[in-house]
Structure formats: C-alpha cells, structure tokens
C-alpha cells in the first residue's frame, strides 16, 4: 500500500535564503512546530535522527538515511517504523526558484509499507503546513539574514 501528501508554499524570498534556513538544523527548536529537531548532517548517505511533533499527536524520532541533498533544490531521506516494510516514509524537501525572487517550498512524503493502510496521516498534513507557514514566517521576516 502507498499514500503521498504533499504540501506547499511561495515564500517572498531568494533560493538560497529558503536553503540556508532549511539546512540549519540547529535552528528547528526555535521555529519549526513539527520537525522540532534533526541531529547530523545533510549529506547523502548520512544517518541523521529526526524528532517530530504531529499536531494532536504524540513526538516521534526516526533516524533515517539521506537519499540526497543538492544545494537549493532537494533534501531527501527515507526512514521506517520498527523495521523495513511494515512503514516507510520518504521525506522530501524540493525548491524552485520563481520569477521575481520568491521560491515554491515542497514538502512532500511517499509512504508504503502493510501498515500505511491503518494510519491516519491527516495530522502529519497539518504538520506539514505548520512547518511551510513558520518557514515563511522565518525566511521572509529574516530577509538576507541567511
């Protein structure tokens, strides 16, 4: 079984802004509603532990792979529930540079596994927004602060 939610936003600010914000892991406690931490480093091929806070739901840490990072356009990483086949998410962050100088933000998961059926990922969306919205908040206040 498969399902995918995908989630995005115009922020009024430059690629590279979007990026450097995104990529400030250390950053997350102190703007992101749902992803509240990420430990490592956005490199392919690294483990990184990530800790999220669906809303009305209780946090999670997962630690999964980075499948790919390409400056300014693509962060993705895969992880799963327990082990391999029961629930798996594919994470992936994609930017696209706009005319005049804003950027699309997608946020975007492709899960499989027998359990994806049961689960309810209406919350995870909610999360997914938060997270687009804070990011906004953050990058277009912060202006060329990153």
């Known amino acids: 079984m498969k399902k995918e939610i995908t989630t995005s936003i115009i922020i009024h600010a430059g690629i590279e802004h979007v990026w450097s914000a995104l990529t400030d892991f250390a950053s997350f406690p102190n703007w992101n509603p749902f992803i509240t931490s990420i430990n490592g480093k956005a490199e392919e091929g690294a483990r990184i532990t990530v800790r999220i806070h669906p809303?009305?739901?209780?946090?999670?840490t997962f630690k999964p792979v980075v499948l790919s990072c390409?400056?300014?356009?693509e962060l993705r990483w895969k992880g799963k529930l327990l082990v391999g086949g029961l629930f798996d998410g594919e994470h992936i962050f994609e930017l696209s540079e706009n005319t005049a100088g804003t950027t699309l933000f997608i946020q975007r998961e492709l899960f499989s596994g027998i359990l994806v059926g049961m689960m309810n990922l209406e919350n995870t969306?909610?999360?997914f927004e938060a997270m687009n919205r804070q990011l906004k908040a953050l990058v277009e206040k912060s202006g060329s602060a990153f």
Not at 55 to 60: G, I, L, R, V
Not at 70 to 73: G, R, V
């Open 55 to 60: 809303p009305q739901s209780k946090p999670m």
């Open 70 to 73: 390409l400056a300014h356009k």
């Open 125 to 127: 969306r909610k999360g």
